[in-house]
């Protein structure tokens, strides 16, 4: 008995130790690149010789950063807009329950998430040197939609699993047009959903860089395109800089969808 009880105490503190040992590896590559933005010598060396907010003023005062910045906002932000009305339109089409080939249908639309992104950079690269949108934010934006739009379908085709379609046919028994009742009954519902895709799609425009390699000209440079070229160029604690602020936008931006999830879980259980 004495050893049972000694069992149950032991596998409580294992488990913890054990789920400490996996965050600690997932964390730590992410956050060694933190103090060293805050070096006061160009160099990514431990132990620093100094503190300094010089590479933060760096970017901040640099117009090739700003420029890369500026471009990366416009090209999320437009992205996010196309993905989330895309993605939420084709979501709210497959689930329908008179829907045809949709399980056909979801895999064509999931696609991007499971084709290797370099073979979608290739593929868009032809596709858009033969209509001539190569080197322009609109292409970008386009091709970052491609890849933006399934985070979509996926986080509101999930909000729409536990959606109640009586109350669409409640609607237009009172008299409301198709459009209305998505409008005033659907999107309130499935809100949640929409926004979480809706911030899924921003990140993923703002973190990608493959993309941006093959259709991205000199001054479309985005801020991860312009971390790689900094890399590859001249290194910089300026890249640290800009990665630090990366991961508090990311960080703010997770948080945002983990209480967007735990209130969709809310209203599934008031339903």
């Not at 488990?15 to 964390?27: C, D, K, P, Q, Y």
């Not at 998430?113 to 290739?122: E, F, G, L, Q, T």
């Not at 602020?245 to 259980?269: D, G, N, P, V, Y």
Request: net charge neutral; proline share 6%; aromatic share 8%.
């Amino acid at each position: 008995m004495n050893h049972s009880l000694s069992v149950e105490r032991l596998l409580p503190i294992l488990l913890w130790i054990a789920g400490g040992t996996v965050v600690v590896f997932l964390i730590a590559p992410i956050i060694a690149i933190v103090p060293l933005s805050f070096n006061a010598e160009p160099f990514f060396t431990y132990p620093m010789p100094g503190l300094s907010l010089r590479w933060y003023e760096e970017f901040l005062s640099s117009e090739v950063w700003q420029l890369a910045l500026k471009n990366s906002i416009i090209v999320a932000v437009c992205t996010t807009l196309v993905s989330t009305a895309l993605g939420t339109l084709a979501a709210i089409g497959l689930s329908r329950p008179e829907c045809p080939f949709r399980a056909t249908l979801t895999a064509i639309l999931i696609s991007p998430m499971i084709v290797p992104v370099i073979v979608s950079a290739v593929g868009i690269y032809y596709a858009f040197a033969a209509v001539g949108l190569l080197n322009s934010l609109t292409g970008l934006v386009l091709a970052h939609t491609a890849i933006g739009a399934p985070f979509v379908v996926i986080t509101v085709t999930a909000t729409l699993a536990s959606f109640d379609h009586n109350l669409m046919r409640a609607a237009s028994s009172l008299g409301a047009t198709p459009v209305e009742a998505v409008l005033r009954i659907m999107l309130p519902i499935i809100a949640p959903g929409v926004v979480s895709g809706a911030l899924f799609a921003f990140v993923t425009s703002f973190d990608e860089v493959v993309i941006a390699l093959f259709i991205a000209g000199s001054e479309e440079r985005t801020l991860p395109r312009q971390m790689w070229s900094g890399v590859r160029e001249t290194l910089s604690p300026t890249i640290a800089a800009v990665a630090t602020l990366l991961i508090l936008f990311s960080t703010l931006f997770l948080a945002t969808i983990q209480w967007l999830h735990r209130r969709a879980e809310r209203q599934k259980l008031m339903h």
